[in-house]
């Protein structure tokens, strides 16, 4: 997360700039006759189940109850994220329907798939950041290994014996364990499944050794003891998960904070961007907000809409030359 926070810090003057110039206009306050006068859909481009879900739906309820019209959840996943990304591309610039998706499908997918739908800076408003959540790499409590050192050292041993699952071809999880084989020099089959909830479950079934997987999706599980954390993939230690090591402490260097934003076709009036993007600082900085995020491992993480575009740009460039160096690609 902190290196997220210095690169939102970097556009901190030019936001500041934007902000002063906008100041000669005031907000319209919420009210039924302005925006929202109606139900905003926010497009999930993920499986139930996941990190995205489950931030969406928090932050959801509380915009709901901030402006007294129904924000609704809508789970479109596939693809990635393409799926719901691209659907949102195309819909009606009016502020009635939102994306809320991890960085992967924004930032990621352009520079992995050779067609996505979409185009990350022709096609959307960036809004808000919304969150970071922590991710770990887990595994069934049969697999001998308990730390990265252990699982290294084994796969090392036997290449390509041990499975690592994911929530399917090119989503986060996917490529963070891709970086993880890279980074250590280790072989691991990849088994996609369609969603986190499929791949947890198997995972706790045995039916696969490992997976990176986000706190949301997998620590129900950890705190039940049907799964074990081998290590944190943030560059940080997690506040959900204190006394667990970050992979980056065994293997020098490595460490990937994930966040979710939100954004809105192209061509969204400023002034509904402007409403949105406080509403949703508003509702980051609620205590039971900030509550039930760290209750599935995940952090608020707050910017204006400016500062939350330059870290797109930022790293769209930086992950097409990870994807670039990789050499994955999906078609």
Same mark, same amino acid.
Request: hydrophobic share 50%; with cysteine; net charge positive.
């Given at each position: 997360?902190?290196?997220?926070?210095?690169?939102?810090?970097?556009?901190?003057?030019?936001?500041?700039?934007?902000?002063?110039?906008?100041?000669?206009?005031?907000? $319209?306050?919420?009210?039924?006759?302005?925006?929202?006068?109606?139900?905003?859909?926010?497009?999930?481009?993920?499986?139930?189940g996941?990190?995205?879900?489950?931030?969406?739906?928090?932050?959801?309820?509380?915009?709901?109850?901030?402006?007294?019209?129904?924000?609704?959840?809508?789970?479109?996943?596939?693809? @990635?994220?393409?799926? @719901?990304?691209?659907?949102?591309?195309?819909?009606?610039?009016d502020?009635?329907?939102?994306?809320?998706?991890?960085?992967?499908?924004?930032?990621?997918?352009?520079?992995l798939?050779?067609?996505?739908?979409?185009?990350?800076?022709?096609?959307? &408003?960036?809004?808000?950041?919304?969150?970071?959540?922590?991710?770990?790499?887990?595994?069934?409590?049969?697999?001998?290994?308990?730390?990265?050192? &252990? +699982?290294?050292?084994?796969?090392?041993?036997?290449?390509r014996?041990?499975t690592?699952?994911?929530?399917?071809?090119?989503?986060?999880?996917h490529?963070?364990?891709?970086?993880?084989?890279?980074?250590?020099?280790?072989?691991?089959?990849?088994?996609?499944?369609?969603?986190?909830?499929?791949?947890?479950?198997?995972?706790?079934?045995?039916?696969?050794?490992?997976?990176?997987?986000s706190?949301?999706?997998?620590?129900?599980?950890?705190?039940?003891?049907?799964?074990?954390?081998?290590?944190?993939?943030?560059?940080?230690?997690?506040?959900?998960?204190?006394?667990?090591?970050?992979?980056? &402490?065994?293997?020098?260097?490595?460490?990937?904070?994930p966040?979710?934003?939100?954004?809105? $076709?192209?061509?969204?009036?400023?002034?509904?961007?402007? +409403?949105?993007?406080?509403?949703?600082?508003?509702?980051?900085?609620?205590?039971?907000?900030?509550?039930?995020?760290?209750?599935?491992?995940?952090?608020?993480?707050?910017?204006?809409?400016?500062?939350?575009?330059? +870290?797109?740009?930022?790293?769209?460039?930086?992950?097409?030359?990870?994807?670039?160096?990789?050499?994955?690609?999906i078609?």
């Amino acid at each position: 997360m902190a290196s997220q926070r210095r690169t939102v810090a970097l556009a901190a003057a030019a936001a500041a700039a934007v902000a002063a110039g906008a100041a000669a206009f005031a907000l $319209p306050a919420f009210a039924q006759d302005k925006y929202p006068a109606k139900p905003v859909t926010i497009i999930v481009p993920q499986a139930p189940g996941g990190a995205n879900d489950a931030i969406a739906r928090i932050v959801a309820a509380k915009l709901t109850e901030q402006t007294g019209q129904q924000f609704i959840v809508d789970n479109k996943p596939g693809a @990635g994220g393409n799926i @719901g990304m691209a659907a949102v591309a195309k819909a009606r610039p009016d502020g009635y329907t939102l994306v809320l998706t991890a960085d992967s499908a924004a930032v990621i997918n352009p520079s992995l798939y050779k067609t996505t739908g979409f185009d990350t800076l022709k096609d959307f &408003e960036p809004v808000a950041p919304v969150a970071t959540a922590g991710y770990v790499l887990v595994a069934n409590n049969a697999f001998p290994p308990k730390n990265v050192a &252990e +699982l290294v050292a084994a796969a090392k041993a036997a290449p390509r014996k041990y499975t690592i699952a994911s929530a399917g071809n090119g989503t986060l999880n996917h490529l963070i364990g891709e970086m993880l084989g890279k980074a250590a020099g280790i072989e691991l089959v990849h088994v996609p499944y369609k969603g986190a909830s499929a791949a947890v479950t198997d995972l706790v079934g045995g039916q696969v050794q490992v997976s990176v997987q986000s706190l949301p999706s997998s620590i129900s599980f950890i705190r039940g003891g049907k799964l074990k954390v081998l290590g944190v993939v943030n560059e940080k230690r997690v506040a959900a998960l204190p006394d667990a090591p970050t992979i980056g &402490e065994t293997i020098n260097g490595f460490g990937q904070t994930p966040w979710y934003g939100l954004f809105a $076709p192209a061509g969204t009036p400023r002034a509904v961007v402007a +409403l949105v993007q406080a509403e949703v600082a508003k509702a980051l900085d609620a205590a039971d907000v900030k509550e039930k995020l760290a209750t599935v491992g995940c952090e608020p993480f707050k910017g204006s809409a400016e500062q939350f575009a330059a +870290l797109v740009r930022s790293d769209l460039s930086k992950w097409a030359k990870i994807v670039k160096d990789s050499g994955a690609t999906i078609d």
